[in-house]
């Protein structure tokens, strides 16, 4: 059958974001979602076709395709008809280390595969036969159709179609609206309004919230193959405080994630005056059966927030979830337009982390559905354009992900910025009348570095440095910054220092056995002061467990004393 166009409308601002990173980076394939589960029990493969195939008759979204190419503007087409690809392959001959490689050799290369913009439908199907009655489920699908809401839906709407498939009934669904009059829903929309407030909002901004390096970041290739996650699960004592202190705030628990992670932007920049993304649902309350509508309606927004040293955490996560209430009848904005009205130098991005918050319905069976048979997920794979994206999954023992550019981020300063977020979480919610400057995150690594004294006779010139530990940092400054060598009296800042390097720098040091943080090294920008001002305690601490200098142990004491009194007074005196 041939399909002919049924509908042709624009796209959505989040729709025309993704359609310009796919074009832009044609190797990339950071839209593109895999859902992955083992299916168990007596399967009707046959009903399980046509349930699918009943998805993509019923939504709009899944018989749609883009165009470009001689067109003012992007506009997505929607068939009559199109046939979901459904390829199925039995593995049970092969031994189950062989399945397993096979049935990961299958799904990484259906995520290398990706998908044809042009042509609907955007989703398909893999179905490999472990045991006669396991099945493992690979479905792809690319997010210019499908935001995460639509997982459970499409899912939940799948079990009930193969139910009547398998007793040879056509489904009894309710109708599902066409995304199309989400589109109309957008051309109501008072766009001077959101001029007006976005402008407002990010009055006095002139230059972007940033964590990477500007120049790595404007010519960086967003592949999936270099971004890698940490995850980091809080116990369910620590959760259960952070879920008591949002009911004691009167807030969500969206916002105080949220606000930790402005705090830890806050403490790594040195900005009082953060900037990140969030992730909204897009889905207007108003409208009739919006959760029932397949389609995209994921937005980014910008988030400002003050660190408001002086105020308590209560007072400051309510002022905080005030700003999201007001925003929120503005999320529909494009954040190309968002960003255009903001005084930030033109192509510069508002920022360069984003939080997304999984508030979407869970795919849960009910007991009666296990009894036709039972999907065991496997965690989902999605990627966005972002160098940081934190993705918090709030059932359960609350779940945080860092999915990270491992070209701009090392792993062990992705472990230590999540250790950081969960050190936030926990003292935020233990404290949340304490001010938010007295919020302080610890490093409890020892030192373990030698520090080699200067004597009367050793030779000294500015710039040089002149103990282990001084060479020590050196170096790792020079492999951090590219440079053959880096003076002691060199200005991080100077040498294009940003808090992305400041990890790296944390990072390298720790695996020399020199404990510092970022904060450290954007209070003491120079080698020389870094080492005097910063790690004064910890040379003393080694001097003591060494003793190599032969100084009796009152002047070890009269030396930690002192060093201690100054770190305190903070300055060394």
């Known amino acids: 059958m041939t399909a002919k166009v049924q509908d042709i409308y624009p796209l959505s601002p989040m729709q025309a974001g993704v359609l310009f990173h796919s074009l832009y980076q044609r190797d990339s394939d950071v839209y593109l979602g895999q859902y992955r589960g083992n299916v168990k029990g007596d399967l009707d493969v046959e009903a399980f076709r046509c349930a699918w195939s009943c998805l993509v008759e019923r939504h709009t979204a899944l018989r749609t395709s883009f165009v470009w190419k001689d067109h003012e503007e992007p506009l997505q087409v929607v068939w009559d008809c199109a046939e979901m690809p459904f390829h199925i392959e039995d593995l049970r001959t092969l031994e189950p280390p062989a399945r397993e490689a096979r049935c990961l050799e299958l799904e990484a290369a259906e995520w290398k595969r990706g998908f044809d913009l042009e042509s609907a439908p955007l989703i398909r199907v893999t179905l490999l036969r472990l045991e006669d009655s396991v099945y493992r489920l690979i479905w792809m699908h690319h997010h210019i159709v499908l935001d995460g809401w639509c997982l459970s839906v499409l899912m939940t709407e799948l079990l009930a179609a193969y139910e009547s498939f398998s007793r040879g009934e056509p489904p009894q669904l309710p109708p599902a609206p066409p995304f199309s009059e989400y589109i109309g829903w957008l051309d109501q929309q008072d766009y ?33 193959d270099v971004y890698a996650e940490h995850r980091i699960s809080l116990s369910p004592a620590v959760t259960a405080q952070v879920h008591a202190a949002a009911r004691a705030c009167r807030v969500t628990l969206n916002t105080v994630v949220q606000g930790a992670w402005a705090v830890l932007l806050n403490r790594y920049t040195g900005s009082s005056d953060v900037l990140f993304g969030v992730a909204v649902s897009g889905r207007p309350p108003a409208m009739p059966g919006v959760d029932r509508i397949i389609g995209n309606f994921v937005n980014t927004i910008v988030a400002r927030v003050p660190v408001l040293e002086k105020t308590a955490v209560a007072d400051w996560l309510q002022d905080l979830q005030q700003q999201q209430a007001e925003a929120r009848q503005y999320e529909w904005t494009p954040l190309a337009s968002i960003q255009k009205w903001a005084d930030v130098p033109n192509g510069e991005p508002l920022f360069d982390s ?15 559905r296990r009894r036709v048979f039972d999907i065991e997920s496997f965690p989902y794979t999605g990627r966005t354009n972002y160098p940081l994206s934190l993705v918090v999954a709030p059932r359960g023992d609350l779940s945080l992900t860092l999915i990270f550019n491992q070209e701009l981020l090392d792993t062990d300063a992705a472990r230590r910025m999540m250790a950081h977020l969960e050190e936030l979480l926990e003292t935020m919610s233990y404290n949340p009348h304490a001010a938010l400057g007295d919020i302080v995150l610890l490093d409890v690594r020892p030192f373990a570095a030698k520090v080699v004294p200067v004597t009367k006779g050793s030779q000294w010139a500015p710039g040089l440095a002149a103990t282990d530990l001084e060479a020590t940092l050196s170096r790792i400054w020079a492999g951090v910054f590219g440079h053959a060598s880096v003076s002691i009296d060199d200005d991080f800042f100077d040498l294009g220092g940003d808090s992305i390097l400041s990890l790296q720098i944390v990072s390298r040091a720790e695996q020399a056995g020199i404990e510092l943080t970022p904060r450290d090294i954007f209070d003491y920008p120079t080698i020389r ?10 040379k003393a601490a080694a001097a003591v467990a060494d003793n190599s200098f032969g100084w009796s142990a009152d002047d070890l004491s009269s030396i930690a004393a002192a060093i201690s009194r100054s770190q305190q007074g903070g300055e060394e005196k």
């Open 192 to 224: 001077a309004a959101a001029e007006q407030y976005w402008r407002k909002t990010l009055e006095g901004i002139t230059q972007p919230g940033r964590l990477v390096p500007a120049s790595r970041a404007a010519t960086e290739r967003v592949r999936s």
């Open 354 to 368: 984003i939080v997304v918050f999984e508030s979407y319905p869970s795919i849960e069976l009910s007991e009666q």
């Open 529 to 538: 002061s870094l080492v005097t001002r910063s790690v004064p305690a910890q």
